[in-house]
């Protein structure tokens, strides 16, 4: 439950500090003092997005914090998940910087928007008195029904199906195009495909023959120059290699008398060694190396393929031509078997949609075996609260179409005549009948889903007199098993709770006020009469606050 909420520098409030009881805590105030604002403040700390005028002083920081007592309620396995630090006492936060930038925290760990919105809808539900609307929403209509009918884990099964039916139609869907724009280019990529296998593609291949090339195109210029070398290196007397072995027996034989003869003659030979493995290399060269213009223009042909096929597939070389030419192959082997797995896949969708199904009609009947019992309750409470012919059904109908909740069409049919059929409660109600009947549906909602905390904005408006009376019963019966939170104009609630706010404007300043058991009586005299207080109102108000304490003493 909510146990504190401080709020400073936001629009009207400089600071503020609400210490809340654990039973049903009323706030009053007249039109303007702020009663929104607080509810605003609330709002921002909960998830709502900041719409930039939040700031009192724009110099300073808006910082809104919140104390909950969150023990009873099971959250252990929330905070885990969300890799939060758990505690009984937990503290949420959010702080708004003159920058317009926000900044959230749970027990002092920052937390993104979506987790502090996420949390704060299993802390506190707010009721505003525009919420009568969502009657019209279907999706608030299943909500309801499936929480009286306790459906989580049916509806849970449903859904894992249901969601991956859609994935697996959505990839049926993909593979189909894929499937279609791969058969309209089938005939060209067979054709891509045997012209590149039957060019007999290996890597490297480009590089090989233009060294090749290279050769076969100077072979005579190469064979002269060899020759040349090789003349110079063996001709007999004048020859390189005979002179230089010459020198080095020249040497070894001054060894004795030449101390550098030994070093100088090592060097020759080594010297001699490598002219001789050049001229080794050469010789076989020249063997090797002869004019052949048959495989020069065997090569030029091969390079000229290459080049022709580069150019054609728009690629560099013939390593991309064999990843297209693989490529190409993969694609045809694809829908040679496509058919077969889409085939297996459509099979597969059979059996999910089937499973979706089944689930939908267990969804259907733990629905339609609820809705009745659902509808009476309603009804039942209805009546104390000013509608003595009322008529309240809850409809399941199939719609006939699988969708995220099922099949179901939900209604709630609604007649405050005897004689007239019910029909949807969101067009036959009026402004405070809706607000009856969504007091009521929460009121047997709060309970199941286990909410630590529920706040009504208003949801009196539009009654009066016993009916407020009512009202304020179902109120204070539900604070009796979770904590309440009701922003009330009348005095018949006002006097149900077991804590009572007062909020007000002083030097342009919102603030608030726990108010004494004799403040009690002023603040209700004051809202049966108005800013004049009469002795009868004193002497009714105190009516009030006697019955209520004796009702629930």
Known sequence: MLRRLTVSNYILIDALEIEFDEHLNIITGETGAGKSILLGALGLLLGNKNEGTTLRDPQHNCVIEACFEIGDYELQHFFEENDLDYADETVIRRIITPAGKSRSYVNDLPVPLTLLRDLGSRLIDIHSQ???????????????????????????????HYRSLLTMQHELSRREAEAEAARRDEEWLRYQSEELQAAGLRSGESEELE?????????????????????????DEIGVLEQLKNAENLLARLHDSYPRAS???????????????????LA????????????????????????SLCQK?????????????????????????????????????????????LAAAELHRRRARAAAEFGRRIAEMLVPLGMPDIRFEVAVTDSGELADDGRDRIEFLFSSNPNTRPAPVERTAS?????????????????????????????????????????G?????????????DITHLPQVASKGSTHFVVYKQNGETRISRLSAEDRITEIAKMLSGSEITDAALSQARILLGRADKQHS
């Open 211 to 235: 060294r090749e090339q290279a050769i076969l195109a100077n072979a005579d210029r190469i064979g002269e120059a060899v020759t040349t070398i090789r003349n110079a290196f063996d001709s």
């Open 130 to 160: 525009h919420q009568t609307l969502i009657l019209a929403s279907e999706a608030f209509r299943t909500k309801a029904l499936d929480t009286v009918a306790e459906n989580r884990a049916a509806l849970e099964e449903y859904r894992t």
């Open 431 to 471: 402004g405070g009948e809706l607000s009856r009947v969504m007091l009521v549906i929460k009121a047997l909602l709060a309970q199941q889903m286990q909410l630590p905390t529920i706040l009504f904005d208003e949801i009196d408006t539009g009654v009066s007199g016993r009916i407020a009376d009512a009202m």
């Open 313 to 357: 597939y728009r690629v560099a070389d013939e390593a991309e031509l064999m990843a297209l030419r693989d490529r190409s192959t993969s694609q045809l082997e694809a829908i040679v078997h496509s058919d077969k797995e889409l085939a297996e896949l459509r099979k597969r969708i059979d059996g999910e949609r089937n499973a979706a199904e």
């Open 284 to 307: 076989d060269d020249s063997q090797r190396i002869e004019t052949n213009p048959e495989r020069l223009q065997q090569v030029d042909d091969r390079i000229a393929v290459l080049l």
């Open 263 to 281: 070093e100088l003659a090592e060097r020759l030979h080594s010297v001699l060694e490598e002219l001789k493995d050049i001229d080794a290399t």
């Open 473 to 485: 019963e179902i109120i204070c019966n539900l604070s009796q098993t979770m904590q309440v939170v």
